[in-house]
């Protein structure tokens, strides 16, 4: 069950469409360069002393090989464009939904900021640290944890009650059960997604002004 906390004021490795573009490209010189060996060899060769029949067979074996390699890099090469065209289709389905991802980092907007804080256990005694971007510790909020999922909510304000720029803030969590030991507890983000990086290697979602990697995306609803 959730439940409320309330602030203290209130990634088989395949290689790149370049490199793959690259080393396309040499292998396909080479293969044109074998061809010219081949077939100057032929041309030239004396009617007295003939290519090996076995050597020729050998060569033809490496030409059919080259071919082939050829052929499966300019397939890899399609595989990976449609790969990319359909994770970019997949992560612009995210926009305007509501998600929960792992993360520790949240953007406080008009005064207002949360996390979902999951711990394995119950806490008798745990510590909330909240940063800003630059690392500095800007509130420490001393409470008991259920275990569980539970929400923290944060106003935005310091520990002397200063009102904080609108920016990007994380969250760190230690805890201890009543004989002591630490409790495991993790730390997700939750929010509208409002847009999508999909220059990198795998899409990136924007959560507020929090980013977060598809991959790590938890729950999805709808608003």
Do not use: H
């Not at 008991?144 to 520990?159: E, M």
């Not at 009650?161 to 409790?183: K, N, P, R, W």
């Amino acid at each position: 069950m959730t439940t409320a906390i309330s602030s203290a004021a209130s990634t088989t490795q395949v290689t790149s469409s370049a490199g793959s573009a690259s080393n396309g490209k040499e292998i396909a010189g080479n293969f044109q360069d074998f061809l010219l060996l081949l077939t100057t060899q032929l041309k030239n060769q004396s009617p007295l002393d003939p290519l090996d029949t076995n050597q020729f067979t050998q060569q033809l074996v490496q030409f059919a090989g080259v071919e082939q390699q050829l052929k499966s890099n300019d397939t890899l090469t399609s595989i990976l464009t449609a790969m990319k065209a359909t994770s970019t289709s997949n992560a612009a389905s995210y926009v305007g939904l509501e998600v929960t991802a792992d993360g520790s980092s949240a953007s406080l907007s008009n005064g207002s900021a949360s996390w979902t804080v999951n711990a394995a256990k119950a806490a008798t005694k745990a510590t909330l640290t909240v940063k800003d971007s630059a690392g500095k510790t800007v509130l420490t909020r001393a409470t008991t944890l259920q275990a569980g999922s539970q929400v923290f909510g944060w106003n935005g304000k310091d520990a002397t009650g200063a009102v904080l720029a609108d920016g990007t803030y994380s969250l760190s969590v230690s805890a201890t059960d009543a004989s002591g030991q630490a409790v495991a507890v993790s730390t997700d983000i939750t929010g509208t997604v409002s847009g999508v990086d999909v220059s990198g290697a795998s899409p990136v979602l924007t959560i507020g002004g929090s980013t977060v990697p598809l991959a790590s995306v938890k729950t999805i609803a709808r608003q």
